[in-house]
T-cell receptor
Framework: EAGVVQSPRYKIIEKKQPVAFWCNPI?????LYWYRQNLGQGPELLIR????????DSQLPKDRFSAERLKGVDSTLKIQPAELGDSAVYLC?????????????FGSGTRLTVV | ELKVEQNPLFLSMQEGKNYTIYCNYS?????LYWYRQDPGKSLESLFV?????AVKQEGRLMASLDTKARLSTLHITAAVHDLSATYFC?????????????FGKGTHLIIQP
C-alpha cells in the first residue's frame, strides 16, 4: 500500500505567485482532508471532502485558496496569490472506518516557503 | 468550538526518567488519537482511544483516556533518546461523521543522555 502521496515535497515561491499542491489518497478512502501546519503548531483543518463533495470548507480562506477533488480520488489545493503568511506545511490525509474505528493516514506534506 | 490543550508544550528530560504528557479537550467526543512527528516528517499514528477508561501500551509509551474528565495522558516510562519527537493529541469531531481531527499544539520532547 503506497499510503497518501503528496507532491511536491518542497516549494519556494515569491509572494503574489500562484501555487498548487497535489494529493493522492489511499485507494478506497472516501474522505480526504487538507490541513495546514504552521511552524511549532498542530495541524489545522482547511477542508474535508466526502468523495468529490467538499462537505466542510469553513476554515478555507476562500479569497485566495481553492481546492478540488475531481472524480472523488486525487485532490489539488491552490493558493492564488500567495502571501508571506501562507508559509507552512500543507498536509493531506485520508480516512477509513473499520469495525467502527476511524483511522487517519497522513501524507508527508508539502513545505511551502513564500519569499 | 472544539479546543484541545496539551501540556507541557516543551519537555526536556533525561534518559531513564518517567514523565506524563496531558491532553485536555472541550467536547464530549470519546475518540482520542495520539501522533508522533519527527522533524521534517509527517504524522505517525501511535494510539487510538475509543472509550472511557481505555488504556493502550506500546513499548515505553502508554496512553489512557478519561472521557468524563475530558483528559488523556501519554506516559513515558524509562525514556530513551529515540523517543525525542513532537507528540500531538487530537480529537475526532463529535458530529458522528468523518469530521476530521482537531489537534493540540504538540509537546516537543527532548530526551538527553
Amino acid at each position: 500500500e503506497a499510503g497518501v502521496v503528496q507532491s511536491p515535497r518542497y516549494k519556494i515561491i515569491e509572494k503574489k505567485q500562484p501555487v498548487a499542491f497535489w494529493c493522492n489518497p489511499i485507494s478506497g478512502h472516501n474522505t480526504l482532508y487538507w490541513y495546514r501546519q504552521n511552524l511549532g503548531q498542530g495541524p489545522e483543518l482547511l477542508i474535508r471532502y466526502e468523495n468529490e463533495e467538499a462537505v466542510d470548507d469553513s476554515q478555507l480562506p476562500k479569497d485566495r485558496f481553492s481546492a478540488e477533488r475531481l472524480k472523488g480520488v486525487d485532490s489539488t489545493l491552490k493558493i492564488q496569490p500567495a502571501e508571506l503568511g501562507d508559509s507552512a506545511v500543507y498536509l493531506c490525509a485520508s480516512s477509513f472506518t473499520l469495525q467502527g474505528v476511524r483511522g487517519y493516514t497522513f501524507g508527508s506534506g508539502t513545505r511551502l516557503t513564500v519569499v | 468550538e472544539l479546543k484541545v490543550e496539551q501540556n507541557p508544550l516543551f519537555l526536556s528530560m533525561q534518559e531513564g526518567k518517567n514523565y506524563t504528557i496531558y491532553c485536555n479537550y472541550s467536547t464530549t467526543s470519546d475518540r482520542l488519537y495520539w501522533y508522533r512527528q519527527d522533524p521534517g516528517k509527517s504524522l505517525e499514528s501511535l494510539f487510538v482511544l475509543l472509550s472511557n477508561g481505555a488504556v493502550k501500551q506500546e513499548g515505553r509509551l502508554m496512553a489512557s483516556l478519561d472521557t468524563k474528565a475530558r483528559l488523556s495522558t501519554l506516559h513515558i516510562t524509562a525514556a530513551v533518546h529515540d523517543l525525542s519527537a513532537t507528540y500531538f493529541c487530537a480529537v475526532d469531531g463529535s458530529g458522528g461523521g468523518a469530521d476530521g481531527l482537531t489537534f493540540g499544539k504538540g509537546t516537543h520532547l527532548i530526551i538527553q543522555p
